[in-house]
């Protein structure tokens, strides 16, 4: 993508093409932004399963003209029999990444659709049936999908961690065990059926219902110590989101135990260093040390709000922005040792006619989550619990019914000239980071949003690409500047010009004349569709 597209009906951007294109035909047909986002949701789950599905959790922002913005967070717990014990017994000092142990905590996506249509036909004019908004997820799920060239690159690179789960291997590797390349076909009818169940009996049914039954003993019969109440107890919760007053409006975000506060705090940050050009040293080296700030502060306090001394909008604070800010320094690179989260991720965002915005994620954490995936359902299984610790000291320690920290963040923005911004990105750790480049280069540095969304970007941390405390550049990055950067401190790692670790991020914004302007991520496989 070269330019930005613009529409005035409708308009959804998505990481893969076919989940966008779903959205839009909801558009077409009377849906609205909430309508549309569910089904872009379905169809992803088919269409890119190492990122996300049903197995996993999500948070929306949803806004209509006139009304303060709103969040529905649907994450789910820790099961209320996933303590230390089962791991430490077993001889472990952290829970595992794939398998059985790391299925620990409930899925919770299913229960935010549930919510968000609530919304939709209260307040949206909402009308379109569960059917419709499967339809599309049932038919790749049934007919076949050519698998994106993420999805096979994924596939292939977490194999070998996936050798002891043949339910993950029948699913998403060839006959015989090897890789897929880029273009087998890609079928899940046990998928496709509970949608449809779904669809028939309503959503509450993956909790409280023979979906969520037959969920419960798959999980059991492959060693997961979840069980059928942690899924029966599980609700999604509508909350206020976070909100930071800027020069150019104001942006909006979701509560801990999300890095939304992270994410706003960056660029109150970054807006109190005065930088006034993009892409130079200045520019990144700020955005890199409020990087650090915020996330040094994440780290130690950000986890399930019921766990945290001090509630987040302390640290948006205009005293704790200003005091923070004066710690950075211009010229040198503060010390980062941090390790970084992985995650794969799908961030959607969808504006309807009407003005109402939906800016969403959606994940499984890493590719694949656990590898658990259910025969009886076709879900894969997240790994979102092992952002938990063992030790007691550690501030997400885990606890039975506690919900672990997430990378997950879904911005939104109100700007002074009575623009709506919806905005995000895949990318774990680095989904603040990826954020905060594109809102600088647009809204406060006036690149369209196409090339916002284009342009080179730059990662502190990402553990599966080297190590976790340098600087990942994209190729395009000026040399000069990446040599700036190197004599300031910072350890630079340079990666390829388009890499997919460097996040598959989108925009849509909606002018004051109505005029929608939508960009997506050269990194992924998604477009921007409209009408």
């Known amino acids: 993508m070269l330019h930005t597209l613009m529409a005035g009906r409708g308009m959804v951007t998505a990481p893969h093409h076919l989940a966008a294109r779903a959205g839009l035909r909801v558009l077409e047909e009377g849906g609205n932004a909430i309508e549309a986002m569910v089904a872009a949701a379905a169809t992803s789950a088919v269409v890119y399963p190492h990122m996300t599905g049903l197995g996993g959790d999500g948070f929306w922002l949803v806004a209509r003209p006139g009304r303060a913005p709103l969040s529905i967070e649907a994450c789910g717990a820790a099961g209320r029999a996933v303590t230390p014990d089962v791991y430490t017994a077993r001889g472990l000092d952290h829970i595992p990444r794939r ?53 096979a690159d994924t596939a292939g690179r977490v194999a070998d961690e996936m050798a002891d789960l043949p339910h993950w291997k029948a699913l998403f590797l060839e006959e015989g065990g090897q890789a897929p390349a880029p273009g087998a ?15 028939e009996r309503g959503l509450d049914d993956f909790y409280r219902g023979d979906v969520g039954r037959a969920i419960s003993a798959d999980l059991k019969a492959q060693g997961s110590p979840l069980v059928s109440d942690d899924l029966a107890s599980h609700r999604s919760v509508r909350r206020r989101p976070l909100a930071l007053k800027l020069a150019e409006g104001t942006v909006y975000n979701t509560q801990p135990p999300t890095q939304g506060l992270a994410s706003l705090m960056i660029l109150g940050l970054f807006e109190r260093l005065g930088i006034t050009e993009a892409e130079g040293f200045d520019h990144i080296h700020g955005l890199l040390e409020a990087t650090k700030c915020a996330y040094a502060l994440r780290n130690r306090h950000v986890t399930d709000p019921r766990y945290m001394a001090v509630h987040p909008t302390t640290y948006l604070s205009d005293t704790m922005l200003d005091q923070t800010a004066a710690t950075i320094d211009r010229t040198r690179a503060a010390p980062w040792p941090t390790p970084a989260m992985e995650g794969d991720t799908v961030w959607m965002g969808c504006v309807d006619g009407a003005g109402r915005a939906v800016s969403f994620i959606q994940s499984l954490f890493q590719g694949f989550g656990s590898g658990v995936v259910l025969p009886e359902t076709g879900l894969v299984w997240q790994n979102r619990g092992i952002a938990f610790g063992l030790d007691p ?3 997400n320690v885990l606890i039975p019914g506690r919900r672990p920290f997430h990378t997950l963040n879904p911005p939104m923005a109100r700007l002074r000239d009575g623009s709506v911004l919806v905005y995000g990105t895949m990318g774990g750790d680095s989904q603040p980071q990826i954020q905060a480049q594109l809102f600088t280069r647009h809204v406060q540095f006036g690149q369209s949003l196409q090339a916002a969304v284009t342009a080179p970007r730059w990662l502190l941390g990402r553990d599966w690409s080297g190590a976790a405390h340098d600087v990942k ?26 890499d997919e670790l460097a996040g598959h991020a989108g925009a849509i914004r909606r002018r004051p004349d109505g005029v929608l302007e939508g960009a997506t991520d050269p990194r992924a496989d998604g477009i921007v569709a409209a009408f």
Do not use: C, K
Request: net charge negative.
């Open 185 to 199: 076909w890609m079928r899940n009818p046990a998928l496709a059926q509970t949608l449809r169940r779904l669809a």
């Open 393 to 395: 000291a550690e501030p």
């Open 99 to 151: 398998g059985p142990l790391a299925a620990n905590t409930v899925a919770g996506t299913v229960s935010g659709w549930s919510s968000a249509l609530d919304i939709s036909r209260q307040h949206w004019d909402g009308n379109l049936s569960r059917a419709r908004l499967f339809e599309d997820a049932i038919y790749y799920a049934e007919a076949g999908v050519p698998m994106a060239e993420s999805v």
């Open 473 to 498: 550049v994209e190729a395009r990055v000026d040399e000069a500047v990446v040599a700036a950067l190197e004599a300031a401190g910072h350890r630079i790692t340079r990666i390829d010009g388009f």
